[in-house]
Each structure stands twice: as structure tokens, then as C-alpha cells.
């Protein structure tokens, strides 16, 4: 009777273990999602940033993934193309031209190794 009930107990775990294992939701991959930012976003900077850099929360694909930054007319104002920062291919950053006081939009659209795409925008002021 105890060698019937060990294995009645074995397999409730199994079928338990089973269970659990189909109901789990599956490993969702991830998507770079940004992380911070410099200019934070929706700062006011008192001097105009040299470059935008964005750290992501995943690796990115250099050759697709890009940083643009406009100001209140929609004027472009990186200074070259976004680049992978050396030993970090999580984080994005674009040179600027000469920012004059005022509002700014940054709009990155990045894909990551594993394939995803994500986008998104933030703000920020140079100026008092």
C-alpha cells in the first residue's frame, strides 16, 4: 500500500507540474524600451546639450535604430546619425547642432537583437 501511494503522490506532482507549466503565460521577448535619457526627458537644460544619449533596456541594432531631434518648427538639429556608444550597445546617442533657448522634441525608433521594434518621444527646454 505505500509503493501504490508513492506513486499516486508522483503523479499529482507530475500532473501538477504539468499544469502549471501549460496555465504560465510563455516568456514574452522583450522589447528595448527607454531606460533614461540625457537631457532627462521634460527638463530644462540652463546650457545646450552637445548630444542626446538614451540608454534602452535591451541591445540595440545600430544600423536601424535612430534618434531625431526637432525643434518648435520641426527644424532637424542632430549635427550626424546616431551611434552605438562604444561598449555599451544599449545606449544611442546623436550629436546636435547649436540649440537656441527653447522647446525640443527627441523621437527615437529603435530595434532590438532580438528583433523588436519600439518607438517613442519625449521633451525637453534649454533656456530659463
Excluded: C
Excluded at 522583450?30 to 521634460?42: E, F, G, K, S, W
Excluded at 527653447?102 to 528583433?115: A, H, M, N, P, Q
Amino acid at each position: 500500500m505505500k509503493l501504490k501511494t508513492i506513486m499516486l503522490m508522483r503523479r499529482a506532482v507530475i500532473a501538477g507540474l504539468f499544469v502549471a507549466a501549460t496555465l504560465s503565460p510563455m516568456q514574452a521577448h522583450a522589447h528595448a524600451h527607454l531606460d533614461r535619457a540625457m537631457p532627462a526627458p521634460n527638463s530644462v537644460q540652463g546650457q545646450p546639450p552637445k548630444e542626446v544619449t538614451i540608454w534602452f533596456t535591451e541591445a540595440l541594432e545600430a544600423k536601424f535604430s535612430t534618434i531625431e531631434v526637432r525643434d518648435a518648427k520641426g527644424t532637424a538639429m542632430q549635427a550626424g546619425a546616431a551611434t552605438l556608444v562604444p561598449g555599451n550597445t544599449a545606449q544611442l546617442r546623436v550629436p546636435l547642432k547649436e540649440l537656441a533657448p527653447g522647446t525640443y522634441k527627441v523621437i527615437w525608433r529603435v530595434l532590438s537583437v532580438d528583433t523588436h521594434r519600439s518607438k517613442g518621444e519625449f521633451g525637453f527646454k534649454v533656456g530659463p
